[in-house]
């Protein structure tokens, strides 16, 4: 488990101590802190209130279901998500409801509800470790997702496990300690690369 950073400027505890573990355990969430994190997502802001995130959540306690999430994320996601206790895809309606126009911002608005709720998750000490690394296609199938929603992300949902149990290949990763940008990489004044702080 790497140290808790130190940011350069003050942030609040549940961002700095935000991490993506390897090492989940499979320990059940309370069905009352699942509720309050994924209200979290619900209250997200999205352009012209669309709202168009939608997840399918599975728990380890509904193993059908939670296999078949397992079986939409690639081989080396599956080998470290299988011991989490909950599991999600995240999608994304990509149109507007009520036109019918392409919602360009709909990847960015599933962003701000998946990142709501992984601040909620960490109010409760649980992480949230988000993957890219998906099938959606599988996902499409297995789950009836219609045209017009796109497969986005997996998420794997769990409290810390014990240090040093991540899969022996991941261990490395879960220990190296957190780095960033320095605001001066991509906080622009008024050119481009031109750093708005000093």
């Keep these: 488990m790497p140290s808790t950073p130190q940011p350069d400027h003050p942030i609040h505890d549940l961002l700095r101590k935000r991490w993506s573990p390897y090492a989940l355990s499979g320990r059940p969430i309370r069905d009352e802190d699942l509720r309050s994190i994924f209200e979290a997502a ?5 352009s012209f209130n669309e709202q ?14 939670f296999e ?9 996601n599956q080998a470290w998500a299988r011991r989490a206790a909950v599991l999600a895809l995240g999608c994304a309606s990509t ?20 990142m709501s709720l992984t601040v909620e998750a960490m109010r409760h ?23 017009g929603f796109e497969v986005v992300t997996g998420l794997a949902l769990g409290y810390l496990a014990a240090p040093g149990s ?3 290949q991941l ?3 879960d220990d190296r300690p957190k780095e960033r940008r320095p605001l001066s990489d991509f906080v622009f004044g008024g050119a481009w690369e031109e750093p708005q702080f000093g």
């Design 171 to 173: 261990q490395a990763r």
């Design 52 to 65: 168009p995130w939608r997840y399918i959540v599975a728990r380890r306690s509904d193993p059908d279901l």
């Design 95 to 114: 149109t507007f409801r009520r036109n019918g126009a392409q919602n360009r911002v709909a990847l960015h608005d599933l962003g701000l509800a998946s």
């Design 166 to 168: 991540a899969p022996p």
């Design 68 to 76: 078949g999430i397992l079986g939409c994320l690639m081989e080396g």
């Design 42 to 46: 619900r209250w997200s802001p999205s």
């Design 125 to 147: 000490r649980v992480y949230v470790h988000q993957m890219a690394g998906i099938l959606p296609e599988v996902a499409r199938s297995r789950f009836g997702i219609p045209p």
